[in-house]
């Protein structure tokens, strides 16, 4: 059973991965068109026409001119003119970035000297990966990632379960979850330093230091602010899928004796398997990419030493680093605030496949998992 | 029909790439200081009502918009700013190709403070700003400590030690010795204010030596001892909820509402001291080993000419009139509350901290500032939260020290 809304989350999920892999796609056309040339030019060695047939009927087809070609070309030529529109702005909002950003990531470019940087091959990715203050903001954005997709998820999926019951008001109550989305991530983060840094530590106690002031503490901080803030939206999409739950399933196991436990485990669980896979998808990149609330929460801060571990792979004992110096905050200072455009671009990239590979490998896990009824 | 429709798509990619070129004659002058926006906006107007000039007045600073990235967004675009803002070496060594020498101005004579390179003018000192210990009169008079004594650590820890004991023999529990904060977001007051102790304490004005060393990778060891010693005394005196936990806000309201005995903050603070009644001044930091006896007074940013612009005559005048008219006085130091840089300034500016300061001005007591000729992002995102790991007592001062001594050898 497929309806509406699943189709419209699916087909939004695939226009996630059909934007990742476009780059790969630029890449893999012209190494396709070589290729073909290459094939061409042996294959008219050994007469062409005798092994190619059938591989690729219209083009033979047109060769032959057995088909009426002038209007095949004519649809093609047509089919251009209706894509420009979208592909031009495409083009040259995105794809040319991306590749100055890969050919910028190359050079000694500050941002300051564009036309005159210079090429300096792989020296910025050495720099990058020798870097203990890369590293470390790699290992921290993995832990808050699992930490935050771990909570918002269980968090909004409780909520939908919740809204989804016979209830008064529940539309009320989905409004309200869902509001603090419609919230910025810098205002969010100003009020939430309000909150850490003035209202918690006015009740005392254990709180009479701000959370947001204790590296060990802040992370933690960080993901009740963005969970407060996100799990709404999760929620929707989760409400979605239970509402798509059939209720002659759920009846007949009423029937047949389930609990609510067993009900919810072995017959929505499997059902609503879709929303996990965006959910999860959706969740992971805004984690990776997370920059607002942090900065306006925290700055990055506070500071703590290096982890042991750390310190013993880059042989960098006593360095001091800070505790929500996410990547995306990284490349950023790397970035505008130590004029380093180059090796800021460099770690775009780097954080780009990373981010790449990750959520490839979790859409297709999670795709597995996946029934169809 | 194919050659309309190629015909029309050329037609609007000129169209779309003409609207890019914009005009040249309208002088833009690209300022960091959120305060001072509207004022300088309407001297700005009235200037080029006079002169028949176009002038746009554009600020970005403050919270809401990062100068230094904006700034280098505005140099990737076809239209440049004329006038922009530097704040030392730091933006010079990454603007010099775009900034014009300033020699041979008038204005120049006037002031002590103009922005040098090998001897010769580039920057226009936008105003003038200074920091020490602004100390409250009336609490340190209640406790016994003569002002004029504090010029050496010694000094200020017996000081310190009797404003301790002043607060506790009066029960005033929620009083304050010192109003400094370290934590993540105040890494500007450590990294950069509280570290130009080190580079320029004890040292006469211009004297490069301390920061050279720096850049250069190389620790000046006795000094960095010395200037720990000051931080390990601030720290001890300041309370956490100001200096681990403390935002600017809250910092400089423990010091207004007369709660504080010292705060750690320049003479910017004064519109924010709104009420302060006591009696205000600036005492030396006491962060190099001796008799420290000036506090750091600069030029914190500079106007520069951009060197392609196509209204360099305009901007010269532009800058000569702000110098050398009453208007142009008028401007900084009335409307703007701004302590001007000129010495033919006869006004007086407002602020309690602004006047302690311009006192240290007109004696010469003057350290410099080398804060900002560190390399970029060194004193905030490197420097500063090691403070933070002190203040919070995670490392010992033993520890600051050798950390901040890789940092530096890092450099070399």
């Known amino acids: ?373 | 029909m194919k050659k309309i429709l190629l015909s029309l798509l050329a037609l609007l990619t000129v169209f779309t790439l003409a609207a890019c070129g914009g005009d040249g004659s309208k002088l833009v002058i690209f300022q960091n200081k959120v305060e001072i926006g509207t004022a300088l906006t309407t001297y700005a107007n009235a200037w080029a009502a006079k002169n028949d000039v176009n002038v746009e007045v554009v600020t970005c600073g403050g919270d809401s918009c990062a100068y230094g990235t904006q700034i280098l967004a505005e140099f990737q675009k076809a239209e440049q700013p004329d006038i922009f803002v530097i704040e030392g070496m730091g933006g010079y060594n990454d603007y010099k190709d775009y900034i014009l020498s300033l020699d041979g101005e008038a204005w120049l004579t006037d002031t002590d403070l103009e922005f040098k390179v090998n001897g010769v003018a580039y920057g226009f000192p936008v105003a003038v700003e200074g920091w020490g210990m602004g100390y409250n009169k009336a609490i340190l008079t209640a406790a016994g400590v003569d002002p004029d004594t504090l010029t050496s650590l010694a000094a200020y820890t017996t000081a310190f030690a009797a404003i301790q004991a002043y607060y506790t023999a009066n029960n005033m529990t929620d009083y304050v010795v010192v109003s400094m904060a370290a934590g993540s977001g105040m890494e500007w007051v450590t990294g950069l204010h509280n570290f130009n102790g080190y580079l320029s304490s004890g040292l006469t004005p211009g004297d490069s030596s301390v920061i050279d060393n720096l850049n250069d990778g190389v620790v000046n060891t006795a000094r960095l001892q010395a200037y720990a010693d000051w931080v390990e005394l601030l720290f001890q005196y300041s309370p956490n909820s100001i200096l681990i936990d403390g935002t600017y806000d809250i910092q400089v309201q423990a010091f207004d509402s007369g709660k504080a005995a010292f705060i750690h903050q320049g003479n910017w603070i004064d519109p924010n001291l709104d009420e302060a009644t006591f009696e205000i001044g600036y005492a030396p930091h006491a962060a190099a080993a001796g008799t420290n006896d000036a506090i750091f007074i600069s030029a914190p940013s500079y106007y520069v000419i951009n060197k392609n612009s196509d209204n360099i005559e305009e901007a010269k005048k532009f800058l000569q009139d702000l110098a050398s008219t009453p208007e142009g006085h008028d401007y900084m130091v009335t409307k703007a509350g701004m302590v001007a840089a000129f010495k033919s300034v006869t006004l007086l500016p407002d602020g309690k901290l602004s006047r302690a300061m311009v006192e240290w001005m007109n004696e010469g007591k003057i350290y410099s500032w080398w804060q900002n000729d560190m390399p970029s992002g060194f004193g905030m995102q490197t420097l500063g939260p090691i403070y933070t790991l002190y203040a919070r007592k995670t490392i010992t001062k033993t520890e600051f020290i050798a950390r901040v001594t890789t940092e530096i050898q890092d450099l070399g």
């Open chain 1, 1 to 373: 059973m497929k309806n509406l809304k699943s189709k419209i989350l699916n087909g939004l999920f695939k226009i996630w991965v059909f934007l990742l892999s476009i780059p790969l796609v630029l890449i893999y056309v012209p190494i396709r068109g070589i290729v073909r040339q290459f094939r061409k030019i042996v294959l008219k060695k050994h007469d062409v026409k005798h092994h190619y047939q059938g591989h690729n009927r219209t083009l033979l087809a047109l060769e032959k001119g057995a088909l009426g070609s002038n209007e095949t070309a004519q649809t093609n030529r047509n089919f251009i003119y209706f894509i420009l529109a979208a592909i031009t702005p495409y083009l040259l909002f995105v794809i040319v970035p991306f590749l100055m950003g890969i050919y910028f990531s190359f050079t000694n470019w500050t941002g300051l000297n564009t036309g005159n940087e210079i090429f300096i091959g792989f020296a910025n990715y050495k720099n990058i990966f020798s870097s203990f203050a890369f590293a470390y903001s790699f290992y921290r954005t993995a832990i808050y990632s699992v930490l935050n997709i771990i909570f918002i998820n269980l968090v909004a999926f409780l909520l939908a379960l919740l809204v989804t019951q016979k209830l008064k008001l529940t539309n009320v109550y989905r409004a309200g979850f869902f509001m603090p989305n419609l919230i910025g991530g810098l205002v969010l983060g100003y009020i939430w330093q309000f909150i850490y840094r003035n209202a918690l530590p006015s009740i005392g106690g254990i709180l009479t230091n701000s959370l947001i002031s204790n590296p060990d503490t802040a992370m933690g901080a960080l993901i009740v602010v963005i969970t407060w803030q996100y799990a709404g939206y999760i929620m929707m999409i989760y409400i979605a899928a239970l509402q798509n739950v059939p209720t002659d399933l759920i009846e007949a196991s009423k029937i047949d004796g389930a609990n609510a436990w067993q009900r919810l485990r072995t017959i929505t669980m499997p059902l609503v398997a879709q929303a996990f896979t965006i959910a999860m998808f959706l969740t992971l990149v805004t984690s990776f990419k997370q920059y607002d609330t942090v900065m306006a929460l925290t700055q990055g801060g506070p500071a703590t030493t290096l982890p042991q571990f750390l310190q013993n792979i880059f042989a960098a004992p006593n360095r001091t680093v800070e505790s929500l110096n996410l990547m995306a905050i990284n490349i950023y200072d790397s970035a505008f605030v130590r004029y380093e455009m180059g090796v800021g671009q460099a770690k775009a990239i780097i954080f780009f496949i990373i981010l790449l590979i990750i959520s490839l490998t979790q859409v297709y896990y999670n795709k597995k998992k996946e029934v169809e009824l």
